[in-house]
């Protein structure tokens, strides 16, 4: 069984259906809501024999079961915003440490190279957030005065910021994690970045993209264009069949739209195979878009905008 030091040096595709498979095979027995939710679809685990056809679990369950397969009692639990909250039971805190930070390391370099600051004061009002634990510890790791600086928000405040005429320091990267929260009118990515972008003398806006059922981050550099590390991997379904998965090594298409799934191969100790409420696009090269909510799904804090 694969271990997070594993998972992160994953580097091919063939590595990560290896490794999916591994994991599909102790979560499906292991892991009390997946293995029940397995058989109440009808699906014998030893029946699955590669990576894409592996069943992904809804996220809603994450609300109503304790989705856990450590050994020991989790040393945290990450919970959602919304209307209702999402518990990840974290077995070891220094697993998503190693995770959030290699994650950082692939897209944008070791940390201690980065100013890091944030404006998440929704996240800050409540406990439990993945988030403000992850760019707590990018703030630990990163150094004041150094070359690069990154400002990582949440919408609603980086456009309270924009409207106060303050100016940012030259060469600041403004990175949005999404969410109105309730404090403005909902708008879509490209409004929001056309308008952080005027403000602040732009040419973009970087995005990231998580949610406290995950261990892994992806990043968009520009145009909304997600890039996920090695050890995730996105997929989408069909909106009126969710079995329907499609992807775009095994159909030949690009640019699909439907539901967003995630694998991600460092939820080793809860679920790794995830059919999220979020609708967006997946490219043939594995980057991908988020185009908004599932009609019906609860609004959560990280991915508010619509398209």
Request: glycine letters at 10%.
């Amino acid at each position: 069984m694969p271990g997070i030091d594993d998972i992160l040096k994953i580097s091919t595709p063939e590595e990560f259906d290896g490794a999916a498979m591994e994991l599909f095979r102790r979560q499906s027995s292991e892991c009390p809501p997946y293995r029940d939710y397995l058989a109440a679809i009808g699906v014998a685990p030893e029946s699955v024999s590669s990576a894409p056809e592996i069943p992904y679990l809804p996220i809603e369950i994450f609300k109503t079961h304790r989705v856990y397969c450590g050994t020991g009692e989790p040393e945290a639990v990450f919970t959602s915003s919304g209307k209702s909250s999402s518990r990840h039971y974290v077995a070891r805190l220094a697993d998503y440490e190693k995770t959030f930070t290699r994650a950082f390391e692939f897209f944008y370099g070791d940390p201690a190279g980065w100013e890091i600051r944030s404006l998440l004061p929704c996240y800050q009002e409540r406990g439990g957030s993945s988030l403000i634990y992850m760019v707590d510890g990018l703030q630990r790791k990163g150094l004041p005065d150094a070359p690069q600086r990154l400002l990582i928000g949440v919408s609603y405040a980086l456009l309270d910021l924009a409207e106060s005429g303050d100016q940012l320091p030259a060469g600041t990267i403004v990175m949005e994690t999404g969410g109105m929260k309730g404090h403005r009118e909902e708008m879509s990515k490209e409004q929001l970045h056309r308008m952080l972008c005027d403000a602040f003398g732009l040419t973009e806006i970087h995005s990231e993209y998580g949610m406290a059922e995950l261990t892994s981050q992806a990043y968009s550099r520009e145009g909304g264009i997600f890039q996920a590390p090695p050890w995730m991997r996105i997929s989408v379904r069909d909106l009126m069949d969710p079995f329907d998965v499609r992807r775009p090594e095994t159909t030949g298409c690009d640019n699909i739209r439907g539901g967003i799934n995630i694998i991600d191969l460092a939820n080793l100790h809860s679920c790794a195979f995830i059919q999220t409420q979020d609708v967006g696009r997946v490219m043939a090269d594995g980057s991908f878009t988020i185009d908004g909510r599932i009609v019906g799904s609860d609004i959560r804090g990280c991915n508010l905008l619509v398209q």
